[in-house]
């Protein structure tokens, strides 16, 4: 099973909007008349019932959503791209991954439908009809379509289950999954004959749970030895665990101790969940023959073991009942409101004012707005120059700058793009 990938997304580039004058018959001076572009599309990540795990995301390093259309004259607006949409199962967490800073989660996706947009579609540009004015009724210029977002994110699958089997390997987890459910794991007489985590439903009484068969845990597993790193982020999820040892093993305990180490190290809470211990094989003569010894042992450590057999099924429903018992009281737990009040969520109003960043003669402007303007301006003719620099006296940008010391000659950086400071 392919639970984890890393890629590049990219939201589509706007489309460019387009210089046009109206001609019609008998109109000699039709004005502007160009539409704007469409919008790019977005990347989006949701979960479909469809989707069991990560391997078709996984065949692509890049994706990238559909551009906008080009703007048409007669006003004309281009067409908006559809957004391209990532599908991926429940239990997917999404992380965005920086070069030069730390990683930010971005989403924890753990129900049908949930979406979140992980790379924004540009903008499209305006066309020349928008730059009209009763001073200037000719604009010739129109605005490049924004370019869109980019992002590398890492997508993480981490089972929904209710209830994990842990053990070394070769201790029967899979054999106990396919007496509880209708999962049929691969087994086999030999450790790691399970190379992924499978599912199964269990029903006991009125309840159902879910439970997941975690491959075998070895020493080191937190460090990523055998498939441990692998797998140990499937039981992040569950609020059980059956920790099965092998009742032939010579030393049970230590194999206890081991998986627990592994747990305890690896953190993130997983080492303080509720276990049941349960001692497998008992139908094996030389296990039945240990049992005072082994529930001896196993009391000195103040544990109360069950035992089973996973291959007769002689033990195994007691086992479940002793599972669903213990969900039953977490759910009845996580249910119960806190007590006391609420607190209010408090509204700030959104920052205002332009922000404006010096360092060694350069001036560097911080507003969404006039960046995505600068980007998709023809600044390299006058006309660009001089529309935008009007827009920036407007939106006071052109103040704020002047108050950060800039004079004209300066460099001013606004995104992507490099200019000089006019007065």
């Known amino acids: 099973m392919i639970d984890r990938v890393e890629i590049v997304v990219h ?15 008998y109109v000699p001076r039709g004005g502007p008349d160009g539409g704007d572009g469409g919008n790019g599309g977005d990347v989006v990540v949701q979960v479909d019932r469809s989707v069991r795990h990560l391997k078709e995301l996984g065949r692509r390093r890049i994706y990238r959503a559909a551009a906008g259309g080009k703007g048409g004259s007669a006003n004309k607006h281009g067409r908006n ?20 800073g730390p990683e930010e989660p971005i989403a924890d996706l753990t129900e049908y439908g949930q979406r979140v947009v992980v790379a924004k579609g540009g903008a499209g540009g305006w066309g020349n009809a928008r730059f009209a004015t009763s001073t200037h009724q000719a604009p010739r210029i129109a605005q490049r379509g924004q370019l ?6 890492r997508l993480d699958l981490k089972l929904l289950a209710d209830v994990g089997i842990v053990g070394l390997p070769n201790a029967g987890k899979s054999t106990l999954l396919t007496q509880i459910s209708a999962a049929r794991p691969r087994i086999g007489a030999y450790p790691f004959t399970t190379l992924e985590p499978n599912l199964g439903v269990v029903d006991v009484g ?15 597993a937190h460090e990523g030895a055998g498939l441990g790193l692998d797998f140990l982020r499937h039981i992040e999820r569950t609020r059980l665990m059956i920790h099965l040892l092998a009742g ?17 190290e690896y953190g993130r ?4 969940r509720p276990q049941v211990v349960v001692v497998n094989k008992i139908d094996i003569p030389e296990v039945a023959e240990m049992r005072t010894e082994l529930v001896e042992g196993f009391h000195a450590r103040g544990l109360s073991p069950r035992f089973m057999s996973a291959a007769t099924g002689e033990g195994v429903n007691e086992v479940m009942i002793a599972a669903a018992e213990i969900l039953r009281d977490a759910r009845e737990v996580e249910a119960v409101p806190e007590a006391g009040p609420q607190p209010l969520p408090i509204l700030r109003p959104k920052e205002r004012g332009v922000r404006i960043r010096h360092e060694n003669g350069v001036f560097s402007v911080e507003e969404d707005r006039a960046v995505a303007f600068a980007e998709t301006m023809p600044i390299e003719t006058d006309e660009g120059r001089a529309e935008l620099w009007r827009r920036f006296q407007r939106w006071g940008v052109t103040g704020a700058l002047k108050r950060a010391g800039a004079k004209p000659g300066d460099t001013v950086i606004l995104g992507r793009v490099e200019l000089e400071m006019q007065g």
Do not use: H
Request: hydrophobic fraction near 35%; charge should be negative.
């Open 11 to 25: 939201g589509g580039n706007g489309g460019g909007g387009i210089v046009s004058f109206r001609r019609e018959k």
């Open 81 to 100: 791209a559809d957004d391209l949409v990532l599908k991926v199962p429940a239990g997917t967490q999404v992380t965005r991954i920086s070069e030069d």
């Open 148 to 153: 869109g977002n980019e992002a590398r994110i």
């Open 206 to 220: 009125w309840d159902r749970f879910v439970v997941a068969d975690i491959p075998g845990l070895i020493e080191g």
């Open 248 to 264: 032939d093993s010579p030393d049970p305990w230590a194999d206890m101790d081991t998986v627990n180490a592994e747990l305890r």
């Open 269 to 272: 809470g997983i080492e303080d």
